[in-house]
C-alpha cells in the first residue's frame, strides 16, 4: 500500500459526460500529480500541483482540469468525455517539489471507460 | 526535452532463469532514473532508483539496475525470477531540476514460465 488513495476504482460513463476523478495523497506530501496511462499512448504525465498552486504540465487536454484543495487531495475533471479518453488515471504524490530526485508514490488508479 | 525507450515490450523467461529488461533514455540534461513494476490490476511501486553515485543500483526484490552514461542506458536484471515476477516493467526518466514529472517509457511484460 503506497498510501495514495484514489476513488473511484472503476467507472463507466458515456460520450459527452462529465466526471471527476479524486485522490488523497500520502500523509504529509506536498506535491501531487495525475498521470494517465492508454493502451496507445502509454504512461503520460498530466499535471503536477504542489501545496495547492499548479506546478507543471504535460499533455493534459484543455476539456481536463485539476486542482488541489487546502487540506492536499485534489480532483481531476474530465469533461466532454470521448472514447479515447478511456484509460486508466493514476495519481501519484512526493513530498517536495521536486528537483532531489524524491520518490513518487503511486496510487492503485481510476480506471475510466467511456462508452 | 526527455525520452525512454524499452526495447522490448514483451520478454518470457523460464523460472529461476536470470532476466535483463532493456532501457535506453535520451536528454540533454542531467537525469534520474527509475524503474517501477506494475502487478495485474495494481499501482506503480517504485524497484529502484538512480539519483548519483555508484553506478550499481540495488532495488527491493532482488532487482539491480546498471546505469551506463556512455551508452544511455539503464537495464534492469535479476540473477533468478520467480513466478511472482509476473508484471509490467516502466523504466522512467526525470531532470533534476525543476518539476519532476516523469517520462515513462512504453513498458516491457515479463511473463515467467514454469
Known amino acids: 500500500d503506497s498510501g495514495v488513495t484514489q476513488t473511484p476504482k472503476h467507472l463507466i460513463t458515456a460520450t459527452g459526460q462529465r466526471v471527476t476523478l479524486r485522490c488523497s495523497p500520502r500523509?504529509?506530501?506536498?506535491?501531487v500529480y495525475w498521470y494517465q496511462q492508454s493502451l496507445d499512448q502509454g504512461l503520460q504525465f498530466l499535471i503536477q500541483?504542489?501545496?495547492?498552486?499548479?506546478?507543471a504540465k504535460g499533455n493534459i487536454l484543455e476539456r481536463f482540469s485539476a486542482q488541489q484543495f487546502p487540506d492536499l487531495h485534489s480532483e481531476l475533471n474530465l469533461s466532454s468525455l470521448e472514447l479515447g479518453d478511456s484509460a486508466l488515471y493514476f495519481c501519484?504524490?512526493?513530498?517536495?517539489?521536486?528537483?532531489?530526485?524524491?520518490?513518487?508514490?503511486f496510487g492503485e488508479g481510476s480506471w475510466l471507460t467511456v462508452v | 526535452a526527455q525520452s525512454v525507450t524499452q526495447l522490448d515490450s514483451q520478454v518470457p523467461v523460464f523460472e529461476e532463469a536470470p532476466v535483463e529488461l532493456r532501457c535506453n533514455y535520451s536528454?540533454?540534461?542531467?537525469?534520474?532514473l527509475f524503474w517501477y513494476v506494475q502487478y495485474p490490476n495494481q499501482g506503480l511501486q517504485l524497484l529502484l532508483k538512480?539519483?548519483?553515485?555508484?553506478?550499481l543500483v540495488k532495488g527491493i526484490n532482488g532487482f539491480e539496475a546498471e546505469f551506463n552514461k556512455s551508452q544511455t542506458s539503464f537495464h534492469l536484471r535479476k540473477p533468478s525470477v520467480h513466478i511472482s515476477d509476473t508484471a509490467e516493467y516502466f523504466c522512467?526518466?526525470?531532470?533534476?531540476?525543476?518539476?519532476?514529472?516523469?517520462?515513462f517509457g512504453q513498458g516491457t511484460r515479463l511473463t515467467i514460465n514454469p
Open positions: 500541483y504542489y501545496n495547492g498552486e499548479e506546478r
Open positions: 522512467a526518466v526525470s531532470k533534476n531540476q525543476g518539476a519532476q514529472k516523469l517520462v
Open positions: 501519484a504524490s512526493s513530498a517536495v517539489r521536486g528537483g532531489t530526485g524524491n520518490t513518487i508514490y
Open positions: 500523509s504529509g506530501d506536498l506535491s
Open positions: 536528454s540533454s540534461v542531467s537525469v534520474y
Open positions: 538512480y539519483l548519483s553515485g555508484s553506478t
